[in-house]
């Protein structure tokens, strides 16, 4: 696979944490369910990483894999338009890690934003081990292993996108430059019409002196228009481009997700270890318990009191569910103090469990017969182990451990 075409596919995971909230709906499931109908979508069930942070608590891994998928499903994820598969079920996954574990300096392990905050964070753990100082290294071949050029991730994400590209471009400088590798690239491009071959190397030095990405994918995509040029040759110009050796595994990019301010049922932002989760396919009852419960702005102390809905956090939440005619009537009322916090309430109640019904009628087939689901999973699985057997091939063909028959 080159560069451009790693460009069509995507990738993201989430660990088995069991159901989902409405915080995981809204941050990311919807933007999943958009970009299934854009790219190749691959979306696992990282049940390996569940291991980095919590190995001695197993029990409910396959449970939370089922229920976390029902609601994959409910929301609108489809596995006729993107790959469902397990982590675990595909071995190639822990081969590749231990390949890139080789070459990837611990220092960038230490360095990952995450890594010292989880070990403050999560003190009541045992974090002291190699799998969760390396779990970057994971990170990377889940990615780099169906070499996706897109990875959906929030902005506070971004850096374990770019230890990913970071790993890439030093396996790729390791293993991917030939010892004759400057000499083939010669060869290949007397073997263009000299026109092109002059845009191809006028785009690279533009990329390696000013840093000119757009010229950098325009000659990319210059390179995959050539029918007559091998693949061998298209992959030593697309490393030649990029300034690296052929490119084995392509830098994955960030895809930033719009963030959205989802708070918990606390005012506070909402996390299952906090308590404060309103789950996919609540009860109608709870939810109305639940959203009646929230605080409202403290200056709201009577009915009477007028607020500012800048200070509610029920108010963050109506953004993600009403109208905009909805918000002007809730901004009014509550800077005028024309009505009360429940009532002002009731039509968020009212739209999270119209959109909770939904999500119950979707996940009712799966919910009856869990089978589905593990069939779905299994399919995926099968379909994801080829793309990665496929990947490794390449990567033992590049670091010459291929050892086939001769």
């Not at 995509?221 to 690296?244: C, F, Q, V, W």
């Not at 009403?322 to 901004?331: G, I």
């Not at 099968?382 to 086939?404: N, P, Q």
Request: one cysteine or more; proline letters at 5%; hydrophobic letters at 35%.
């Amino acid at each position: 696979m080159s560069s451009l075409d790693s460009d069509k596919r995507c990738l993201s995971g989430m660990r088995p944490t069991g159901r989902l909230h409405i915080g995981h709906l809204h941050g990311c499931l919807k933007n999943w369910v958009e970009l299934q109908h854009k790219y190749d979508c691959f979306y696992f069930v990282a049940d390996w990483h569940a291991l980095t942070t919590a190995y001695d608590q197993t029990k409910e891994i396959e449970k939370s894999t089922t229920d976390m998928i029902v609601d994959w499903l409910a929301a609108g994820l489809s596995p006729t338009s993107c790959t469902f598969f397990i982590q675990s079920k595909v071995p190639e996954h822990a081969e590749l890690m231990v390949l890139l574990s080789m070459i990837t300096p611990k220092s960038w392990l230490e360095r990952v934003p995450s890594y010292k905050d989880q070990m403050a964070r999560l003190n009541d753990r045992d974090l002291d081990t190699f799998g969760f100082l390396g779990y970057p290294v994971l990170q990377a071949a889940d990615i780099l292993i169906y070499r996706a050029g897109h990875v959906p991730v929030g902005v506070d994400q971004q850096a374990h996108v770019e230890i990913s590209r970071e790993i890439a471009r030093r396996f790729n400088e390791v293993y991917g430059r030939e010892e004759e590798f400057d000499s083939n690239v010669k060869k290949a491009l007397k073997k263009l019409d000299s026109n092109v071959a002059a845009k191809l190397q006028k785009a690279q030095r533009a990329f390696r002196e000013q840093g000119d990405r757009d010229a950098r994918d325009r000659a990319h995509a210059l390179i995959e228009e050539m029918p007559d040029l091998s693949i061998g040759n298209k992959e030593r110009l697309h490393g030649y481009l990029e300034g690296t050796g052929r490119v084995i595994l392509p830098e994955p990019n960030a895809l930033i997700t719009k963030e959205k301010v989802v708070p918990g049922i606390d005012g506070q932002k909402m996390s299952k270890s906090s308590r404060n989760t309103l789950p996919l396919r609540e009860d109608p009852k709870v939810v109305s318990q639940k959203i009646r419960t929230m605080p409202t702005d403290p200056a709201r102390v009577r009915k009477t009191d007028p607020g500012d809905p800048a200070k509610c956090p029920v108010y963050a939440l109506q953004q993600n569910y009403l109208s905009q005619e909805q918000l002007a009537w809730v901004n009014d009322g509550c800077r005028k103090a024309s009505f009360g916090c429940i009532e002002c309430k009731k039509p968020l109640i009212d739209a999270i469990n119209q959109e909770q019904e939904t999500l119950r009628a979707a996940a009712a087939p799966y919910v009856k017969d869990p089978d589905i689901v593990r069939s779905i999973l299994m399919e995926g699985s099968e379909k994801a182990r080829l793309t990665a057997k496929e990947t490794m091939e390449d990567v033992r063909a590049a670091i010459g451990i291929s050892h086939r028959s001769p």
